[in-house]
């Protein structure tokens, strides 16, 4: 079944431990996005990229860095990973411009 | 700058109808997308409206005002499955995504 798939699911950090957030999508999608989600807040976007080669910043990209070698992968990296990073983290992609976004399972992160 | 606004909760009555508000403030307009999102699961698409008017899909319709900037999604006929926060997204001129913060839908039998 194509799709967006992330991992782990969850994962416990101890604080200052870098983790490799990982997103695979097999539609083919231009645009890859992270976002996380925090009980009470809407989604916010971490980083994004439109096309493969390509990434920009989001509304909250301190302590987070990514890369897009290829069409299909999008990791989100924490290099040092701090408690207020705890949180869900969401992959989506999207065709392009207003194309509705098609969301991964997510990963429950917890940094102690 | 750029805001969404939509309620925090609501509570409605299975088989009844319940119409969730949505204000959006946004640096230029590329349309208004709906999600639904049970608990634990990730967000899914439910409609997408870039022109004032109505867009029906079954059950649920989300209407548009762009004069306005304002949308609602109404449910009909509600279902216990429907309980769900339902997440309001309008797209800025830079295509990004600006988000509410959800409405959490409480269905009681």
């Given amino acids: 079944t194509a799709g967006i798939t992330q991992a782990p699911t969850s994962q416990i950090l101890a604080a200052g431990r870098s983790m490799t957030l990982r997103c695979t999508q097999d539609m083919r999608h231009n645009a890859m996005y992270w976002y996380r989600q925090d009980l009470g807040l809407g989604l916010r976007l971490i980083h994004y990229s439109n096309t493969a080669g390509t990434t920009g910043k989001g509304e909250v990209p301190d302590g987070y860095s990514v890369s897009r070698a290829n069409t299909d992968d999008f990791p989100l990296t924490l290099a040092s990973a701090v408690p207020s990073q705890t949180s869900v983290y969401f992959c989506a992609s999207s065709l392009d411009g207003p194309s509705p976004l098609h969301f991964g399972n997510g990963t429950r992160l917890t940094v102690t | ?109």
């Avoid at chain 2, 700058?1 to 949505?22: F, H, Y």
């Avoid at chain 2, 762009?66 to 109404?74: M, P, Q, T």
Wanted: aromatic letters at 12%; proline letters at 3%.
């Fill in chain 2, 1 to 109: 700058g750029q805001n969404i606004d939509q309620p925090t909760e609501m509570t409605a009555t299975e088989g009844a109808i319940v119409q969730i508000n949505c204000t959006y403030q946004t640096s230029g307009f590329n349309g208004l997308f709906w999600y639904q999102q049970h608990a634990g699961e990730a967000p899914t698409f439910l409609s997408y409206n870039v022109l004032d008017g109505l867009e029906e899909k079954g059950r649920f319709s989300s209407f548009l005002s762009r004069s306005k900037g304002y949308s609602y999604l109404l449910l009909k006929e509600l279902q216990m499955k429907d309980s769900a926060s339902y997440l309001c997204a309008s797209m800025d001129s830079n295509y990004q995504l600006i988000w509410g913060a959800g409405t959490k839908l409480i269905i009681k039998p």
